[in-house]
C-alpha cells in the first residue's frame, strides 16, 4: 500500500522556531528610523510591537524556543498533514512527485494561527489589553482574533475595503471570535481620511490598511500594540514550524525534495515552509531549490527593486530593506488579497539578493486553473493564494514531464478556499482577467523613493 497522508504525533512537533538570519551569509539590513536614517532603537519599536517580539525582531539566535502555552494551541491542528497528490500527479501524467503541506487545516483556514497565537500570547504577558492590526483577504484579521479570545484581548481590524465587500464570511469569523472590524480606508483615522479626500472610492491595500491600524495603536497608549501578519522576522520565524515539520515528514516518506514552493505575499507562509530546508543548504551543502510565488499584478521579487521602503502607504512604519514597488504601488484588485502587497520582507530580501532562493511570478487566469485543477484531483478548494504555489508546483511538474526527470516537489497549501467561494464564481463566469503591470506604472512608484541604498 503506498503512503498517501504523513502524519506527526503530538509529541513529534518542533519546540522551537528556527531563526535564519544565524546562518545567512550576509545579515538583513537595520530598519531604519525615517527622519534620522539611522537604525530603529528597540525602544522605538517597542513603542508599536510587543517586547518580546521586538526581541525576536532582532535576534540572531539559531532557535528560539516555543513556550508551552503556544504549543498547547498549537495542538489544536498541529502537526498539519504532509500529502503525496498523487491524483494531481496522475492527472498531469508527470514523473515527478508532488507533496503538500496542508496549512488548511487551522481553525482560521490559513497558516496565520502559527504566529497569531504567539503574538497574542507574548502580548498577553506583557498586559496589553487592546490590540490593533490590519488584514488583506481577511485571514490575517480572522487568525488574530481566533489568538485574542484564547488571551482575553480585545482587537480591532482595519479591512481592506475590497476584501471587506469580497469577503463578507471572513468579517463575519471575525466577529464570531470577537473582533471589531472596520473596513480601510476609513474615516477613524488621519490616515484614513487623507486617502480618502484624494480618491473617496479607494478600495484599499494593505499598506494603507497597515497606516490605519498603526496610528491606532499609537494614539491608544501603553496597554495597546499592533500586530503583524507577516513580513517581519518574528513572524516568519514562528511559521517555521511549517517546514521543520515537513522536513521530518519528508525523511518518513522516504523522500527528499528538489523543489519546495510557497506562495509570496510578504514572506511568511514560504519563509515557514522555506526556511527549514534553506537550512540545509546553507549548513549541510544541499541544492534543494526554493521558489516564492508571486501574481504577475504585484511583482516585487521578480520586477521590482531593492531599496529602503516603508511597510505601509502613509509613511507610518520604520525604512525597511526590501524588494519593494514601492509604497505607493497600487495592486489591481485581484482575488489573492494575501498577496496584494507593495514589499517583501527583509529576510527574504537578502536572500533573494544573495541569489539563495528563486521567485517566479503567475498571472491571475493560469492560478485559478490551477486551483481547478487541484480542487479536481485532490478534492481541496485551495485559497487563491495557495494556487500560486500549485501553479508553480504543475509548471515544475511538467517541465519535469519533458525533461524525463522524475523530480520531487513539495509546495505548501498556505489555506483552504471555503471562505473564498466568490473568487471561483467569479472565475466559473469568466469575470476575471489577466493584469500586466505596464513596467512605466512601476517605475512612477519606485521614482517616488528616497533612494538611500546607492
Ligand atoms: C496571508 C496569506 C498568504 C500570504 O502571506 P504570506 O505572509 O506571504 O504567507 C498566503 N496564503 C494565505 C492562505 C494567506 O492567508
Redesign the pocket.
Known amino acids: 500500500m503506498k503512503t498517501k497522508k504523513i502524519l506527526l504525533s503530538e509529541h513529534e512537533m518542533p519546540t522551537a522556531w528556527y531563526n535564519i538570519v544565524a546562518d545567512m551569509p550576509n545579515k538583513p539590513m537595520p530598519a531604519l528610523d525615517p527622519r534620522t536614517k539611522k537604525p530603529v532603537t528597540a525602544e522605538a519599536m517597542g513603542r508599536i510591537f510587543g517586547e518580546e517580539l521586538v526581541k525576536q525582531e532582532m535576534s540572531t539566535e539559531r532557535y528560539i524556543e516555543i513556550p508551552d502555552q503556544v504549543q498547547d494551541l498549537y495542538k489544536i491542528w498541529r502537526p498539519t498533514p504532509v500529502v503525496r497528490a498523487y491524483n494531481l500527479e496522475r492527472m498531469l501524467d508527470t514523473p515527478a512527485k508532488i507533496y503538500f503541506k496542508n496549512?488548511?487545516t487551522s481553525p482560521a483556514?490559513?497558516?496565520?494561527p502559527n504566529t497569531a497565537i504567539p503574538q497574542a500570547y507574548y502580548n498577553a504577558k506583557q498586559g496589553i489589553k487592546y490590540l490593533s492590526t490590519e488584514t488583506?483577504?481577511g485571514?490575517?484579521g480572522s487568525a488574530m482574533a481566533l489568538a485574542c479570545q484564547y488571551f482575553n484581548i480585545d482587537l480591532r481590524v482595519y479591512m481592506v475595503k475590497v476584501s471587506y465587500h469580497q469577503k463578507p464570511y471572513r468579517k463575519l469569523l471575525m466577529n464570531a471570535w470577537g473582533a471589531d472590524v472596520i473596513p480601510s480606508p476609513s474615516t477613524t483615522t488621519q490616515a484614513g481620511r487623507d486617502i480618502l479626500a484624494h480618491d473617496p472610492e479607494c478600495s484599499g491595500n494593505l499598506g494603507i490598511a497597515i497606516s490605519e491600524a498603526v496610528e491606532i495603536a499609537l494614539a491608544h497608549g501603553e496597554t495597546t500594540r499592533y500586530c503583524l501578519?507577516?513580513?517581519m522576522n518574528h513572524?516568519l520565524l514562528h511559521?517555521t514550524v511549517i517546514g521543520e515539520e515537513a522536513i521530518r515528514q519528508m525523511e518518513i516518506a522516504g523522500d527528499e525534495p528538489d523543489i519546495v514552493i510557497?506562495?509570496?505575499?510578504?514572506?511568511?507562509?514560504?519563509a515557514?515552509i522555506g526556511f527549514p530546508f534553506l537550512r540545509r543548504n546553507l549548513c549541510e551543502g544541499k541544492k534543494t531549490r526554493i521558489i516564492a510565488v508571486e501574481p504577475a499584478s504585484c511583482p516585487k521579487l521578480t520586477r521590482g527593486e531593492f531599496q529602503y521602503d516603508f511597510g505601509d502607504t502613509a509613511g507610518m512604519t520604520p525604512l525597511m530593506p526590501m524588494y519593494t514597488l514601492g509604497h505607493d504601488f497600487q495592486p489591481a484588485d485581484i482575488h489573492?488579497g494575501?498577496?496584494r502587497y507593495h514589499g517583501a520582507g527583509p529576510i527574504v530580501s537578502q536572500l533573494y539578493k544573495d541569489g539563495l532562493i528563486e521567485a517566479q511570478s503567475v498571472p491571475q487566469l493560469e492560478t485559478f486553473a490551477a486551483g481547478m485543477m487541484f480542487a479536481k484531483s485532490e478534492g481541496i478548494i485551495p485559497?487563491p493564494?495557495?494556487t500560486h504555489a500549485i501553479a508553480v508546483a504543475i509548471r515544475e511538474a511538467q517541465r519535469a514531464k519533458e525533461e524525463g526527470t522524475p523530480k520531487t516537489i513539495l509546495f505548501n497549501l498556505?489555506?483552504h478556499g471555503l471562505i473564498d467561494l466568490y473568487a471561483y464564481e467569479q472565475y466559473f463566469e469568466h469575470k476575471l482577467t489577466d493584469y500586466n503591470v505596464p513596467d512605466e506604472v512601476i517605475r512612477k512608484s519606485l521614482d517616488s523613493l528616497d533612494k538611500i541604498i546607492r
Open positions: 496549512e488548511g483556514g490559513s497558516h496565520k488583506g483577504g485571514q490575517w501578519g507577516s513580513v513572524v511559521q510557497g506562495c509570496f505575499g510578504g514572506g511568511s507562509n514560504f515557514g489573492a494575501g498577496l485559497a493564494e495557495s498556505s489555506g
